[in-house]
Structure formats: C-alpha cells, structure tokens
C-alpha cells in the first residue's frame, strides 16, 4: 500500500514556465513534507519543506503548497530553467512516533531549452 | 554542511557474496537510514537506527541487515547478495527527534551490480 504517490511518471515544461509537480498521501499521521530533486548516479539533494501547520512555503523559484483536506501537496518552479531538469521526489514523515521518512515514485521533469 | 559520505560509488560483486555498504555522517545525527532506488519504485527504506546499536526495519528488509556500533556509522549489510539486490543504495541522516522537524541528508549513493 503505498502512503505516497507521485502519479505523473514524467513532466516536459519550457524554459520559463512554470513546472508544477504533484504528489498524494493517504496517511493521516504525516504532517511533515518535503521535496528532493535527483541528479542521474547522485544522491538527492533537498529542496523545500512544509510543515502542516502552514498551507504554503517559499524559497526563491520554489514554492510548496499543501491542502491537508485533500491530502495533496504540490511544487511550483517559476521560472523553469534547463538545470531543473532531474526526477522530483516527494516525502513525508510524522514528526511524533516513527522516524520514517516515506518517499513517492518520483516524476521526471524536463525543461526544453 | 552536513556531508553524508559513501564509502564506494560502484560496486560490482558476485551472486552468494557478502558485502558491506558503509556510510558515515558528521553531523552528530541520531537517525541514519538505507534505501534503494530502483527504477518506477521510488526510494524504499530497507533499514533505519534511531540511536547507536538501535535498528528497525524498514518496509523491504529482507535480505539484509544493519550495523550501528558508533553514532556516526551506519553500515548496510548483504549477507548473500542476489541479483535482485542490483540497484542503488543510499544513505541518509537527520536530527529528527519527536516535536522536531528536520530534513533528511543523503549521501551520493553506491550503485551495486550483482552478477
């Protein structure tokens, strides 16, 4: 059963648009949630967080937003640059209890230069 | 900077050996853990440890197992390594304690072929 889901395997955007990147989680213990960005043959490399006491969270071109009703978060990357181009992987955790980190299947995004 | 160190990017091992991923972090973090990531899977936990000589499973142990002795060395262990165990291996820390929140830090992972 898995707790999140990243249903879109892969997304293509142009240089400049926004890429938004969705995942789902079924759990209601999570309340914790970031997103990860993978380089091929490297580990990945932490982007955002939010916590759920917050719907939205901002650093620089990227923004998380989360709807704790829907059991939904999202990543906007505005603008889209070619270097963003690597799999996005969602996580999420329950800051009391277990110390695990869940993570989705990951989309792969591609910004067209 | 928190530095997550692997000690190999790539491996290449025989089917029946036993082998032994080691990390270690400089962070002085309680938590460590083991995933894989295989392709349309994601990344999987196959272990984790909370506290030196504390370990749990994750949600795919099998065919594994874990060492803590120190608290900044997290070693994953296979203990008769199986081509189905071909994929990439990564490490993480983090602080995260109950009433905290704190990012996980991985490693640049170890890509294990077994032949």
């Known amino acids: 059963d898995q707790q999140v889901k990243q249903n879109s395997p892969s997304l293509s955007v142009q240089e400049g648009r926004i890429s938004i990147l969705n995942c789902d989680y079924t759990?209601?213990?999570?309340?914790?949630f970031l997103w990860y960005k993978k380089y091929p043959a490297e580990g990945p490399t932490f982007l955002i967080s939010i916590s759920s006491i917050k719907d939205k969270n901002e650093d620089g071109r990227f923004t998380v937003f989360l709807n704790k009703s829907a059991k939904h978060l999202s990543l906007h990357i505005v603008p889209s640059q070619p270097g963003d181009s690597a799999v996005y992987f969602c996580?999420?955790?329950?800051?009391?209890?277990?110390?695990?980190?869940?993570f989705g299947t990951g989309t792969r995004l591609k910004v067209l230069a | 900077d928190v530095k997550v160190t692997q000690s190999s990017r790539y491996l290449v091992k025989r089917t029946g050996e036993k082998v032994f991923l080691e990390c270690v972090q400089d962070m002085d973090h309680e938590n460590m853990f083991w995933y894989r990531q295989d392709p349309g899977l994601g990344l999987r936990l196959i272990y984790f440890s909370y506290d030196v000589k504390m370990k749990e499973k994750g949600d795919i142990p099998e065919g594994y197992s874990v060492s803590r002795e120190k608290k900044e060395r997290f070693s994953l262990i296979l203990e008769s390594a199986s081509t189905n165990q071909t994929s990439m291996y990564l490490c993480?820390?983090?602080?995260?304690?109950?009433?905290?929140?704190?990012?996980?830090?991985f490693g640049n992972g170890t890509r294990l072929t077994v032949t």
């Open positions: 993480a820390s983090s602080l995260h304690r109950d009433g905290t929140n704190s990012p996980l830090h």
């Open positions: 759990n209601s213990m999570f309340d914790y």
């Open positions: 996580a999420a955790s329950a800051t009391s209890g277990t110390y695990k980190y869940i």
